[in-house]
Every structure is written in structure tokens, then in C-alpha cells.
């Protein structure tokens, strides 16, 4: 979920032909399902575009603390907030795994925080959206980490070992997380006349933005065949949109609250429900840095390392000063 | 011992301190100088909310039997005024810069591990088990603020000028921490408060030896605020608590009959 778009740098996936001794060793080992580790060797444009994905990845977690963290100051109970309060913490959790699985990969954490603080890295379009109400927070927790969710179970088996790996971890964290975001929904649907609308609207701003967080359609999506030939991209974006549907109607129809979608149906001959075109203009424009809250959030993240700056640079200093004083008194 | 009106404020002074920090750390979250020090101090803050909803929880109950409202945890935090809340008035000074965080923290975990402490051998059995429970989360609270004092204040020359203001800036905040009114003298002698006026000479030796490794002056000027039994502990507070409230309690306000 939280990488959309992912360039792989080719233009049409490699074939045996276009392939080297290495290269022909590498795929053989991807197509039999062994995981690939730091170590061994791999295509440029393999490595490339993981630091691209994971690095996406990591920068999603990171930006993505700032909605929900918007809310952690006005839970409206003290046990919620000592929910949200860990969960978001979790977040920053999952970007720490992230950034050092990228790690690996030969990139550094500053480098790799200089290109989201620059604007260059994306994160996922998701977190552009506002979060103007309670509901919201419960409406994240629900339909954005169950995209998430949707889209991380298959990366736990992709072929690159400290991401497959970092995956587990996370995907565990995360279904916690949805629960804890139904229920917040739960309580809601089942409250005041007021709260119930709050938990519409939510579900109204939110559920096409959750439906774009899969990324373009397959016919749209240009990188994901080299992606899927290197299984570090196990389902089309398609396919994962419809089992994300398929999954959340239901829960919604639980909650009693209405899907924003009239062309929404279930089609009994495919087994799937049907949904609505999705406003693919509104997704590139968001992508592109013009949704609602991209500047920002953008600003925040650049304020809170400016702002540190000055503490972290002590914080070294210190530490520089600490070991010459150890060093001075052995010698 | 019996429940007893006094026993309900002293609840409330030791759970509404903790609340308040805990509330002004959520604000940090998402925003620290580091990835590392924005989950720690997620960690402390998450510590201090558990804390003040034992504490809450407790003083409702003590309410409860003393046949008042027996107000839940949330209806404490949620729906008292500010005259109302108890806390520390060093707990409610804004967030500023890390510099401004870290030596509130500092300044109060030591106090807040010495209070607890004392608190063990309180003979209120609710009140010891809540206080050893904290007093494990607070010990390493107070190694890692003392931490952050010292590293910046014997960091860069910016560090140390910032740290040095926030500690001038603050230390008139501490002195009510030390001064018992009628409500503690009451349960001091009772055997269940912890006598804070035994805390302030091991607090100052912990104090001046962090600053003095950190290369930081203890600050010349005595003045304390909330002198005279006009302080946080008997509702008398700065501008600050009021905002920090208004949008701690905007949802509670905003949809009184709802359950969230």
C-alpha cells in the first residue's frame, strides 16, 4: 500500500536473452522461491528499485504518524488515547525496521531522509488527505491500515530476505491496528445520531482515497510486470483493490454506515463486488503534490528536522567530547 | 485507613501531574529531533497517561465511597475546570524546545521517582501498589532526562545556552513540590502521603550533580511560585493549563452524552 508507482528503471522485463551469467543466476534462485540477502549478488535495477519501494515504504510510516499523531492531543478518552498514542509509535517503529532493511541495500538513513525532506522520495498518496474529526481516526485505522494490510501479507514472501522479514513484524502490528480502528467505528455507529454521522463522513472522505492507496490500474501500471518478475510485487494492484473491496463491504454494512459508491454491487457470476470508476485525476494530482494536505505535511516533517538540528548535532558532540575523555583517561 | 474527603484531593494531585505531562508529550509525537527519541519519549509519555488513570481510578473510587459521584477516570480528566485540577504548575509550562521539554522532564522525574518512593511504605495499600508500579516506569525516566540534560548541555555552544534558559526559566516552578499544605500535612501524619518536605535535599543533591556534569549552573534566583498555599496542588495555576484543556476536553465538551 504505502509504496504506489514504484519505477524500476526497465522498460520491458528482462528476458533470459537480455541477461548475463549473474543475472540469469539471480532469477533462477527468485524463480525458485530463495530469498535474496544483502550479500549476494543482484541486478543494479533490483537494488535500485527496492531502495525505491522500501524507501517509500519507511517515508509512509513516517509522514503517516502526522495524521492520527493530529488527533492524539484530543482522544476523546484517556484508554484511546493511550491507544493512539502506541499505535502511532508503532508507526515510527516500522519506519526505523524499514530505513535499516533499506539499509542493507547499501543507501543511508540521512540520504534517504533528505530525499523525502527534499520532495524528491514519495510516501503513499493516502496521507495527504485531512483529518478533520474523531472519526477520522477510525476511519484510518480501519480502511487504511486494512489496505495496507491487504498489500503487505503478500510482500511477506517476496524475494528480498530483510524485507520479507521487516514485512512479518509489521503485518502483525498492523492487523492490531485495524482492529483497534473498527472499533473505534463500532463505538461510533452504535452512539449519538452525531456520532454516526461522524463515522459517514468519514467513511465518505476516505473510502476512494483507500481504494487509490493499491496504486494505477494494471493496464496503467507500467513497472509492476519487472516488479512482479523479481517477486518484489506478488499481487497486480487490481487484483489487490478487489480483495480490499471485497473484504471491507461487509464490514461497512456491520457498522450500518453506506458506501459512497451507487455503482457499488455484488456480482454474483465473478464472485466480487463491482465498484465505481475511481477519479484517477484526483489520485495523480494528490501524487504530484497537490492533495489537500501535501504541503503540509511536507513542511512538518522538514520543521521537526530543522528543529532538530541543533539537539541532534549536540547530541554528537557530546559524544565525540565523552569519547576523547575515555580515550585520555587510558591513555 | 478509611476513606476521607482529603484522600480523594491528594488522588488527584498525584494523578492529574502525570496527566498533564503525559498530554503536553502526545503534542511531541510525529515531531521529535530524531526517530529514536520520538518513540522514548512516546515510551515516557504512554508510562505517565497508565499512571494518572490508576491514580484517577482510584480517587473516583475514593469519591465513590464517600457516597460523592464517583467520577470515572475519564469524567476527572475530561470534565473538570482548571481550578479543579491538581497538578504541578511545572508540568503545564509549555512544550518550547527540546531544551524547554527535556528539563521539565528532568526537574520533575527526579522529584516524581522521590515522591513515589516515599510512597511505598504508605499505609493505604492502593496507594503503595500504584506508586511501586510507577516508581519501576519513573527510574528509568529519570536516567533518561538526566541523560538529555547532560548531553546538552555539555553539547554545542547553542545546547548548552538553551538548556541553561530552560532550567533559569523553570526552576521557579519547583519549589511548591516541596511544600506541604493542610490536605498533605493531614496524610502525612496519617502515614499515607509521602512527606515532600524530606524530598527536597535529595532532589537538589541529584539536581546539582546532573547540571554540574552537564556543565550548568544551578540557577541564583530563590523566587518560587505558588508560595502560600496558592499553587497547581490546590488549583491555582498559569495561563497554560487552560489552553492545554481546551483541547484536551474539546470532544467531551463538544458531545456530553456520548460514549466514545
Same mark, same amino acid.
Given at each position: 500500500?504505502?509504496?504506489?508507482?514504484?519505477? @524500476?528503471?526497465?522498460? /520491458?522485463?528482462?528476458? %533470459?536473452?537480455?541477461?548475463?551469467? $549473474?543475472?540469469? #543466476?539471480?532469477?533462477?534462485? +527468485?524463480?525458485?522461491?530463495?530469498?535474496?540477502?544483502?550479500?549476494?549478488?543482484?541486478?543494479?535495477?533490483?537494488?535500485?528499485?527496492?531502495?525505491?519501494?522500501?524507501?517509500?515504504?519507511?517515508?509512509?510510516?513516517?509522514?503517516g504518524m502526522l495524521p492520527e499523531g493530529n488527533w492524539i492531543t484530543r482522544a476523546p478518552t484517556l484508554k484511546r488515547k493511550a491507544i493512539l498514542m502506541a499505535k502511532v509509535q508503532d508507526e515510527g517503529g516500522h519506519g526505523l525496521y524499514l530505513y535499516s532493511a533499506a539499509e542493507t541495500l547499501g543507501v543511508s538513513r540521512d540520504a534517504m531522509t533528505a530525499d523525502l525532506l527534499s520532495g524528491k522520495a514519495k510516501?503513499?498518496?493516502?496521507?495527504?488527505?485531512? @483529518?478533520?474529526?474523531? /472519526?477520522?481516526?477510525? %476511519?484510518?485505522?480501519?480502511?487504511? $491500515?486494512?489496505? #495496507?494490510?491487504?498489500?503487505? +501479507?503478500?510482500?511477506?514472501?517476496?524475494?528480498?530476505?530483510?524485507?520479507?522479514?521487516?514485512?512479518?513484524?509489521?503485518?502483525?502490528?498492523?492487523?492490531?491496528?485495524?482492529?483497534?480502528?473498527?472499533?473505534?467505528?463500532?463505538?461510533?455507529?452504535?452512539?449519538?445520531?452525531?456520532?454516526?454521522?461522524?463515522?459517514?463522513?468519514?467513511?465518505?472522505?476516505?473510502?476512494?482515497?483507500?481504494?487509490?492507496?493499491?496504486?494505477?490500474?494494471?493496464a496503467e501500471s507500467v513497472h509492476s510486470a519487472q516488479s512482479a518478475a523479481w517477486k518484489i510485487k506478488l499481487l497486480s494492484n487490481d487484483e489487490l483493490r478487489q480483495r480490499y473491496v471485497d473484504q471491507t463491504v461487509p464490514q461497512a454494512d456491520h457498522l450500518g454506515i453506506t458506501m459512497p459508491d451507487p455503482d457499488l454491487a455484488w456480482n454474483a457470476d465473478r464472485g466480487h463486488y463491482d465498484f465505481g470508476a475511481i477519479d484517477w485525476a484526483e489520485f495523480h494530482a494528490v501524487v504530484r503534490g497537490n492533495g489537500p494536505c501535501n504541503r503540509d505535511r511536507l513542511a512538518t516533517r522538514v520543521k521537526a528536522w530543522e528543529d532538530g538540528g541543533w539537539v541532534r548535532d549536540a547530541a554528537m558532540a557530546h559524544a565525540d567530547r565523552r569519547a576523547a575523555r575515555a580515550a585520555a583517561a587510558a591513555a | 485507613m478509611d476513606d476521607d474527603p482529603i484522600l480523594f484531593q491528594y488522588l488527584l494531585r498525584l494523578g492529574d501531574s502525570p496527566l498533564i505531562l503525559a498530554q503536553q508529550l502526545g503534542a511531541w509525537v510525529g515531531k521529535?529531533?530524531?526517530?529514536?527519541?520520538?518513540?522514548?519519549?512516546?515510551?515516557?509519555?504512554?508510562?505517565?497517561?497508565?499512571?494518572?488513570?490508576?491514580?484517577?481510578?482510584?480517587?473516583?473510587?475514593?469519591?465513590?465511597?464517600?457516597?460523592?459521584?464517583?467520577?470515572?477516570?475519564?469524567?476527572?480528566?475530561?470534565?473538570?475546570?482548571?481550578?479543579?485540577?491538581?497538578?504541578?504548575?511545572?508540568?503545564?509550562?509549555?512544550?518550547?524546545?527540546?531544551?524547554?521539554?527535556?528539563?521539565?522532564?528532568?526537574?520533575?522525574?527526579?522529584?516524581?521517582?522521590?515522591?513515589?518512593?516515599?510512597?511505598?511504605?504508605?499505609?493505604?495499600?492502593?496507594?503503595?501498589?500504584?506508586?511501586?508500579?510507577?516508581?519501576?516506569?519513573?527510574?528509568?525516566?529519570?536516567?533518561?532526562?538526566?541523560?538529555?540534560?547532560?548531553?546538552?548541555?555539555?553539547?554545542?555552544?547553542?545546547?548548552?545556552?538553551?538548556?541553561?534558559?530552560?532550567?533559569?526559566?523553570?526552576?521557579?516552578?519547583?519549589?511548591?513540590?516541596?511544600?506541604?499544605?493542610?490536605?498533605?500535612?493531614?496524610?502525612?501524619?496519617?502515614?499515607?502521603?509521602?512527606?515532600?518536605?524530606?524530598?527536597?535535599?535529595?532532589?537538589?543533591?541529584?539536581?546539582?550533580?546532573?547540571?554540574?556534569?552537564?556543565?550548568l549552573s544551578v540557577p541564583q534566583n530563590g523566587w518560587m511560585q505558588g508560595g502560600g498555599g496558592r499553587g497547581g496542588k490546590q488549583g491555582v495555576h498559569t495561563e497554560h493549563l487552560g489552553h492545554l484543556l481546551a483541547e484536551m476536553q474539546f470532544l467531551q465538551r463538544a458531545y456530553p452524552d456520548a460514549q466514545w
Amino acid at each position: 500500500m504505502y509504496a504506489q508507482m514504484v519505477e @524500476t528503471g526497465v522498460d /520491458a522485463v528482462r528476458t %533470459a536473452a537480455d541477461m548475463g551469467g $549473474d543475472e540469469r #543466476a539471480f532469477q533462477a534462485r +527468485i524463480d525458485a522461491d530463495i530469498r535474496i540477502e544483502p550479500k549476494d549478488w543482484m541486478p543494479e535495477a533490483y537494488r535500485k528499485t527496492l531502495i525505491r519501494q522500501m524507501s517509500q515504504h519507511a517515508h509512509s510510516e513516517i509522514v503517516g504518524m502526522l495524521p492520527e499523531g493530529n488527533w492524539i492531543t484530543r482522544a476523546p478518552t484517556l484508554k484511546r488515547k493511550a491507544i493512539l498514542m502506541a499505535k502511532v509509535q508503532d508507526e515510527g517503529g516500522h519506519g526505523l525496521y524499514l530505513y535499516s532493511a533499506a539499509e542493507t541495500l547499501g543507501v543511508s538513513r540521512d540520504a534517504m531522509t533528505a530525499d523525502l525532506l527534499s520532495g524528491k522520495a514519495k510516501y503513499s498518496s493516502i496521507f495527504n488527505y485531512p @483529518t478533520l474529526t474523531w /472519526a477520522d481516526i477510525g %476511519a484510518i485505522g480501519w480502511l487504511v $491500515d486494512g489496505a #495496507a494490510i491487504m498489500n503487505q +501479507i503478500p510482500l511477506c514472501r517476496c524475494s528480498f530476505g530483510p524485507y520479507a522479514r521487516a514485512m512479518v513484524r509489521i503485518c502483525k502490528e498492523e492487523s492490531f491496528h485495524q482492529r483497534q480502528g473498527y472499533d473505534i467505528m463500532l463505538s461510533l455507529a452504535r452512539g449519538t445520531p452525531g456520532q454516526k454521522a461522524m463515522a459517514q463522513d468519514a467513511l465518505d472522505r476516505w473510502w476512494w482515497p483507500s481504494l487509490m492507496m493499491f496504486g494505477p490500474s494494471d493496464a496503467e501500471s507500467v513497472h509492476s510486470a519487472q516488479s512482479a518478475a523479481w517477486k518484489i510485487k506478488l499481487l497486480s494492484n487490481d487484483e489487490l483493490r478487489q480483495r480490499y473491496v471485497d473484504q471491507t463491504v461487509p464490514q461497512a454494512d456491520h457498522l450500518g454506515i453506506t458506501m459512497p459508491d451507487p455503482d457499488l454491487a455484488w456480482n454474483a457470476d465473478r464472485g466480487h463486488y463491482d465498484f465505481g470508476a475511481i477519479d484517477w485525476a484526483e489520485f495523480h494530482a494528490v501524487v504530484r503534490g497537490n492533495g489537500p494536505c501535501n504541503r503540509d505535511r511536507l513542511a512538518t516533517r522538514v520543521k521537526a528536522w530543522e528543529d532538530g538540528g541543533w539537539v541532534r548535532d549536540a547530541a554528537m558532540a557530546h559524544a565525540d567530547r565523552r569519547a576523547a575523555r575515555a580515550a585520555a583517561a587510558a591513555a | 485507613m478509611d476513606d476521607d474527603p482529603i484522600l480523594f484531593q491528594y488522588l488527584l494531585r498525584l494523578g492529574d501531574s502525570p496527566l498533564i505531562l503525559a498530554q503536553q508529550l502526545g503534542a511531541w509525537v510525529g515531531k521529535g529531533p530524531a526517530l529514536e527519541e520520538d518513540i522514548a519519549l512516546t515510551n515516557v509519555g504512554l508510562d505517565l497517561l497508565g499512571q494518572a488513570r490508576l491514580w484517577l481510578t482510584c480517587a473516583g473510587e475514593v469519591e465513590a465511597r464517600l457516597g460523592g459521584a464517583g467520577r470515572s477516570e475519564d469524567e476527572l480528566a475530561f470534565t473538570r475546570d482548571g481550578g479543579e485540577f491538581r497538578n504541578l504548575l511545572l508540568v503545564e509550562q509549555p512544550n518550547g524546545s527540546y531544551a524547554d521539554t527535556m528539563a521539565r522532564q528532568f526537574l520533575f522525574d527526579t522529584w516524581h521517582l522521590l515522591a513515589l518512593r516515599a510512597l511505598l511504605p504508605s499505609r493505604d495499600a492502593r496507594v503503595a501498589a500504584i506508586a511501586d508500579k510507577a516508581a519501576r516506569e519513573v527510574a528509568y525516566h529519570v536516567e533518561r532526562s538526566g541523560d538529555w540534560v547532560v548531553r546538552l548541555g555539555d553539547g554545542t555552544p547553542e545546547s548548552h545556552a538553551r538548556m541553561q534558559a530552560a532550567i533559569d526559566g523553570l526552576w521557579m516552578y519547583t519549589g511548591e513540590m516541596f511544600v506541604p499544605d493542610a490536605v498533605e500535612l493531614a496524610l502525612i501524619d496519617a502515614g499515607v502521603a509521602a512527606d515532600v518536605r524530606a524530598l527536597e535535599a535529595p532532589w537538589r543533591r541529584h539536581v546539582d550533580a546532573v547540571l554540574a556534569e552537564a556543565t550548568l549552573s544551578v540557577p541564583q534566583n530563590g523566587w518560587m511560585q505558588g508560595g502560600g498555599g496558592r499553587g497547581g496542588k490546590q488549583g491555582v495555576h498559569t495561563e497554560h493549563l487552560g489552553h492545554l484543556l481546551a483541547e484536551m476536553q474539546f470532544l467531551q465538551r463538544a458531545y456530553p452524552d456520548a460514549q466514545w
